[in-house]
């Protein structure tokens, strides 16, 4: 397993991260005991950074890791996130009401099982009093109830805000081959100002996987919102990622490694990009990504995949 520094930070991350959101149990079910399972077989295979947030299955995200962590804890960085809360009628929003940084976090860390977190990050940037959310966040970094403050899904100006008032080290954002939003604003900021990044989303739900034969169905009553989530699920996007994918299933073939090691080593190859984070529900899974880890793309190999998305998609 590679492993990089976390923006001005001293957390040496592995590059393949594991991402829990599918353990909340509301993205098509969890088995808890699998996921617990897989946790660790992660950790086995290299990885050391898990990141979770309350949002996910409210609350039953942190509860696994944290009972998968239990006497483990020295040898795990843990990521969670602050700023949004449900309420009575099921619509999450934005919690930045005075002290409400400090009370997720309580939340969190008794769920988790744990009296500090490594990297804490707020969600969303959907709210206006940036200086007393982040003040409040700097003073339980000082407290050393978290050991750094991070954001996610913010652009580079509410960055620059939010850091007049708390160190930041990192950003969470979403990229993979299939969507590159941040390339040209967003990872050229990091980069310029060591702002280190764990991309989300990094093989596009599992499409990158290469597992679909056809553009799939999910059933979002059922719990699986990838249909709605990710567009390159539909039918009129299908053909142009049925191709992207055909490309790394090549590359990969030729390296003797599963289509998923490539899909996530593109998003590695990228400057600016610190980890990625990947899901797994399997401790097969777990294993086959951390495993991502442990190889790069060449020069070549990344231009060969630039040239077809250039071909496909622009």
């Known amino acids: 397993m590679i492993y990089r520094k976390l923006g001005n930070s001293d957390l040496n991350c592995s590059v393949v991260a594991l991402g829990t959101w599918g353990m909340g149990g509301t993205w098509g079910g969890a088995d808890d005991e699998q996921s617990i399972a897989a946790i660790h077989a992660g950790l086995k295979a290299g990885i050391n950074l898990i990141d979770t947030a309350p949002p996910y299955g409210d609350g039953h995200s942190e509860e696994v890791v944290g009972r998968a962590i239990k006497g483990i804890r020295d040898k795990v960085i843990l990521a969670t996130k602050c700023g949004n809360y449900r309420e009575a009628d099921g619509i999450r929003r934005p919690d930045i009401l005075p002290g409400a940084f400090r009370r997720q976090l309580e939340g969190s860390l008794k769920r988790l099982g744990i009296d500090y977190v490594d990297l804490y990050q707020v969600h969303w940037p959907h709210f206006t009093n940036m200086e007393m959310g982040f003040k409040e966040l700097n003073a339980l970094r000082e407290e050393g ?21 708390c160190p930041i080290v990192s950003l969470q954002p979403p990229y993979s081959l299939l969507d590159r939003r941040i390339d040209e604003e967003i990872l050229p900021y990091c980069l310029k100002n060591n702002i280190g990044t764990l991309t989300y989303g990094s093989i596009g739900g599992g499409v990158l996987a290469g597992k679909y034969a056809g553009p799939p169905t999910f059933d979002n009553n059922g719990g699986d919102p990838r249909g709605e989530f990710y567009d390159f699920y539909s039918k009129e996007a299908w053909p142009k990622t049925a191709a992207m994918v055909d490309v790394l299933r090549q590359i990969a073939a030729e390296r003797g490694r599963p289509t998923v090691q490539a899909a996530i080593n593109w998003v590695l190859k990228q400057p600016g990009v610190t980890v990625a984070l990947v899901g797994a529900r399997t401790p097969e899974q777990a294993i086959m990504n951390a495993a991502a880890g442990d190889w790069e793309l060449s020069g070549a190999e990344n231009e060969r995949i630039q040239a077809a998305y250039e071909a496909i998609f622009v």
């Open 145 to 165: 109830l978290i050991r750094y403050a991070g954001v996610s899904n913010f652009d580079g100006a509410q960055i620059d805000v939010c850091s007049q008032f």
